[in-house]
């Protein structure tokens, strides 16, 4: 969703400035705009569409100056158009703001201050921020961060604010409350992103802002932070856990493809340091000071959105199976809104990649609140729900920059899977010998991948024949039916073809109906307790002329021949089946959105990061 990034120190702001929108262009936006000080006024630049349309727009200009903010936004308040773009001025053009969030109460303030005579040129909740702001630092004259502070507490919702005031033209001042904002820190140089990315080239050292605080950025003077309650709080300088390669396509022609391919690298990283065969041992760091508490949950609740509530639903079956604990798989926007009941022996385990979705956030407030023991399982370090739970493990996948979720999804699943083996081997409900095998497995997952991942082509042929179709159903049963949902929402996510998630015996109970010569149904047909039921539900769909594309284990040979088209996949135990089913439907989905000439990396409507409910 929107990005921050911003900059005060000796250098030229607009290089840094445009170079860090453009490392936020993945979070997804619809439009996008700068403000630089210049001598004793903020020249200000906005353009809808792209981060390369604002470049040009600014091509000509004069755009001297050594400070700056600038801001991609995904359109929440008002169309994406220049006029809603940020960043907001005040009225005499001597403040400029760029948001992250949504003001909740902004309809109130917005009431009030056209009451004061305030006239509003945007339809945005923002612009209400930048006439309280200047509307209090008049008033109270007050110097401009207390202004900020006060006008904060008035604001009810989420935000990540950069301030520039021609007033104070050494100051650049920031707040957090929800969304986050980092502040890199350089030789007499400060750098602001919503996420590391537009920091990363410049400096490794960040502060992470806190919720309530505000920030006083002069290049030449130490870092002086602030709560909502006025007391000094010290900056906590941290090692950012990011690095520039990462951040690059290298030989891909799409991140989504370059990160469908590190799943292998991706796998390891997360198992490193967790997982050692010859010694036996599953162990997640992380999580040891509450381990107790899970042995000894109720029951778990796992919230999360998207493709993270897809790994929740493989964490189930991993669950119940190996720690024989009940689980529940809840829609995070749902859980949070619904009144749950939570008992303080509950143990919740938030999954977000992001670790910034609001819905999930909510839901780990929620569940704290309520007094269970909370768990994070993200991707992003130092990200909101890591530092909300009472603990939790990294995924370690790296940064996701692709909108659809790939690597971070088998990655999510990888975490759950050693979670639930450690935790099963110390409750003694697991055979030693089902617990060998799954460890054993379980490391010769990303040489698998890798033998998949050679089908590129193989995969690429079949897409060819999803290219014009407008619907198409995914089956699978067990743990493939998580993979169903999400072969699915990968589908429509990037191609924009309609595609439905189904239990493989749901079928007949309705969408049996939608079956001609013209529909495909991939199904996963893997080595499974319920292969021969499998093979029942593609009878039905044959039977009514669908065309049948499934994953299968290499040795098969019914559903082969029962297939239109199929894809190989190494026999894996049953339980660890998504990480190696999940690679095929990835690809598909990419070759089909590519051929279909879609924006493999930035999908109409998404953003990657969904810190709006
Ligand atoms: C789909 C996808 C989304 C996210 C969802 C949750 O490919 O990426 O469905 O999984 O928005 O995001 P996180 O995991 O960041 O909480």
Redesign the pocket.
Known sequence: MCGIVAYIGNKEAYPILINGLKRLEYRGYDSSGIAIMQGNKISLYKSRGKVSDLEAYCADKNLSSTMGIAHTRWATHGEPNDQNAHPHLSEDSKLALIHNGIIENYLILKQELMNRGYVFESETDTEVLVHLIRDIYEKEKVELAEAVRLALTNVIGTYAIAILSVDNPDELIIAKKGSPLLIGIGENEYFVGSDGAPIVSHTKKVVYLEDGEVAVLNAKKALTIKNIKNEKKRPYIQELEMNLEELEKGKFEHYMLKEIFEQPKAIRDSMRGRLNVKKDVVSLGGIIEYEEKMLNARRFIIV??????HAGLVGEHLFESLVRIPVEVEYASEFRYRNPIIYEDDVVIA???????AD?IAAVELAKEKGATVIGIC?VVGST?ARLTHAGSYTHAGPEIG????K??TA?VTVLVLMALSLARKKGQIALSTYHQLINDLESIPSKIEKILKQNEHIKEIARYFVGKTNAIYLGRGVNFPMALEGA??LK?ISYIHAEGYPAAEMKHGPIALIDEEMPVIVLATEQETYDKVVSNIQEVIARKGKIISIVTESDTIVKNMSNFYIEIPQTAELLTPLVASVPLQLLAYHVALLSGCDVDKPRN?A???SVE
């Open positions: 999360a959105c998207g493709t993270s509530w999954i977000s990649q992001s670790g910034e979705t999930t991707n729900i909108v659809a979720s790939t971070a999804f999510q929402l990968k996510e998404l990657k990061s969904v």
